[in-house]
Structures are given as C-alpha cells and as structure tokens.
C-alpha cells in the first residue's frame, strides 16, 4: 500500500515568511503527527491530529499550527519564520495514535530558512 | 519531566561484530511507552519495536533484540553479527499520558556505522 506522503520535499523561504506543509497518510490510518528534526534539538514532537482533531500539542510556540481534513490528510503552517525553523519537518500516520501505537514516517520536508 | 538519553553519540563497528545501543528513560507514570526507530541515509524513520511498562519481556527479531530492564530504567537494543545494511541513525522514545495529554520524547539518537 502506498506510504505517507509529504509535500514539497525542499523548499526554501526568507524570514517572515509562512509556509504550509503537506501530508497524505496511509490509507486508513485516522492519526497524523508531525515532528521537528534539527542538529541541535534533535527530533522534537510538535502535535497530532486524530480524526480532524488535535489530540496532543508539544512545546512549540502558536506560530506553528496545523488541521487535518476528513480525507486524514494533514497540513503544518509555520507563520512569520525565523532562521531556528530550518530543519526537516517529518509526518507520521497511525491507525491509532501516535503515542502508543506504530509510526509510519514520510521522507519529510526539508526546510531552509535565509 | 520525562527525559531519554542515548549517551552513545556514534558507535564504528567491522561487520559481523555484536553491537549494543543504550538507551535510559526517565518517567514517574507507571504506564508508559517505549520505542525504538531507525533511521536511513535516506531519511526516512522506520519503526523497530514497541514495548509498554508492563512488558518486562525481552524481544528477539532475527539479529535484533530488546532488553527492557525496569528497575534501571533502560531499553537497550543489540544486534548480532551487524551488516553493513545496519548502518542508521537509531532512537529510542519514550511516550507517557499525563492529563489526557502525552509527548513523544526522542533521544538524541545514535549514529551506527558498519564498515565492511
């Protein structure tokens, strides 16, 4: 079965700018979360949906947000970026839920903040 | 406050050599869970195995096991007879409800490199 999907792959954006990113999870799978990959913090969770619902909400300021739709596909905005949001953005479905159940992760976004 | 550590920042083994990847947690709540992920060159993670606290079992999965050792708080993961294909970056998280709410908490990983 095809896997989660995330789009774009790389993009490229200049401070205070916004940025949507996409994910299509696996078919069936009601739970999308979204993670935050750098060098200096290292994987850092941000939230989850579950069923057009945000389940669970990680550390990270109002700028970041994001929906999912009644298809389970999801989207992450980042309002006004600063240079510290470069990093690779990665999206995980479930059938269940993130926090107890098994990740399937996309390729991620990479994003590069000048 | 929930915390994971994974103090091998790189390990360089020959293959065919054993290798084992600590991995310590910290939590108050009994009911927690926890996992282990690799990650590719190619980026993508790739799930490994979970384990919840109550599953003191250790796993065996080909060459890869688990040892889940509650009263010191750790889950290290090893591999026999490592292959080149092993070379990843692995995490280990931890995952604990609190208030209807839970974190997924990564540790910092640790990057394995199998030389041939």
């Known amino acids: 079965k095809a896997g989660v999907t995330q789009t774009p792959r790389y993009l490229i954006k200049t401070r205070g700018q916004q940025v949507t990113l996409s994910c299509s999870p696996i078919?069936?799978?009601?739970?999308v979360s979204w993670y935050q990959q750098t060098p200096g913090q290292g994987l850092q969770f941000l939230f989850e949906?579950?069923?057009?619902?945000?389940?669970n909400k990680g550390n990270f300021p109002g700028r970041f947000s994001g929906r999912q739709f009644s298809n389970s596909r999801s989207e992450m905005n980042v309002s006004t970026l600063e240079l510290g949001d470069s990093a690779l953005y990665l999206c995980?479905?479930?059938?269940?839920?993130?926090?107890?159940?098994?990740?399937?992760f996309g390729e991620g976004s990479r994003l590069t903040v000048l | 406050a929930q915390k994971v550590t994974q103090a091998q920042t790189e390990i360089s083994v020959v293959e065919k050599e054993d290798v084992t990847l600590d991995c310590v947690y910290e939590?108050?709540?009994?009911?927690?869970?926890l996992f282990w992920y690799k990650q590719p060159p190619s980026g993508e993670l790739v799930f490994l195995i979970r384990?919840?606290?109550?599953d003191e079992q250790n796993e065996i999965s080909g060459r890869y096991s688990w040892n889940f050792q509650k009263s010191t708080s750790s889950f290290n993961f090893t591999i026999t007879a490592s292959q080149v294909v092993d070379s990843a970056v692995y995490f280990c998280?931890?995952?604990?409800?609190?208030?209807?709410?839970?974190?997924?908490?990564w540790g910092a990983g640790t990057k394995l490199i199998i030389k041939p």
């Open positions: 384990r919840n606290s109550f």
């Open positions: 949906y579950f069923s057009e619902t945000q389940r």
């Open positions: 995980a479905s479930s059938r269940n839920g993130a926090n107890t159940g098994e990740l399937f």
């Open positions: 939590t108050r709540d009994t009911t927690y869970y």
């Open positions: 078919s069936g799978h009601r739970s």
């Open positions: 998280a931890l995952s604990e409800e609190m208030d209807s709410n839970y974190q997924l908490i």
